[in-house]
């Protein structure tokens, strides 16, 4: 070995590796749909930027902040369906902070929803997309895509 080499060894023991922000966005989404999994609605919200935007293709409207998130889907679905499971299906694809994934949701409406809708007591399971963006180890923006008329069909409410 030349002594040039030798002498560089001994620096890269001590320079940084280059952080994966892929790998990172792809454990804060993970993190969020265990605390989905989990029904623990605010270890999911902890993985929410403070102004993160919220955008439900089939309600058409953004929801901008962590907690009106947290109460306004979260809890909302959480309360109306309190055995919910939110599964990735396949695998995801992760690139620059950005994550997306096909997903199935499933559960029982035992509880009201949020607008006042009573609880049908049906089982429903519905599948959808969802595109996630992380900045700084927090979600910043999340947008759905699903089948809602399907998922309102099984629910007994179209």
Same mark, same amino acid.
């Given at each position: 070995?030349?002594?040039? /080499? ?41 993985? #929410? ?27 909302? #679905?959480?309360? =109306? ?11 995801? /694809?992760?690139?620059? %902070? ?8 499933? %559960? ?10 009573? =609880?049908?007591?049906?089982? #429903? ?6 595109? #996630? ?16 008329? %399907?998922?309102?069909?099984?629910? %007994?409410?179209?």
């Amino acid at each position: 070995m030349n002594r040039r /080499v030798l002498l560089s060894l001994p620096l890269l023991a001590v320079l940084p590796l280059p952080a994966f922000a892929a790998d990172d966005a792809l454990s804060v989404v993970e993190a969020y749909l265990a605390g989905w999994n989990a029904h623990d609605s605010a270890a999911a919200a902890s993985q #929410f930027a403070p102004e993160v935007v919220y955008y439900d293709a089939s309600v058409g409207t953004p929801i901008t902040g962590a907690e009106a998130a947290k109460t306004g889907v979260i809890d909302n #679905f959480l309360t =109306a369906a309190p055995d919910a499971v939110w599964k990735m299906e396949g695998s995801p /694809v992760v690139q620059d %902070g950005k994550v997306a994934f096909e997903w199935t949701f499933s %559960g029982t409406n035992t509880g009201p929803w949020a607008d006042g809708t009573a =609880a049908t007591g049906k089982a #429903f399971s519905f599948t959808g997309a969802s595109v #996630f963006v992380v900045e700084g180890g927090k979600i910043t923006h999340q947008s759905d895509y699903y089948d809602a008329l %399907g998922f309102y069909k099984q629910l %007994g409410l179209m």
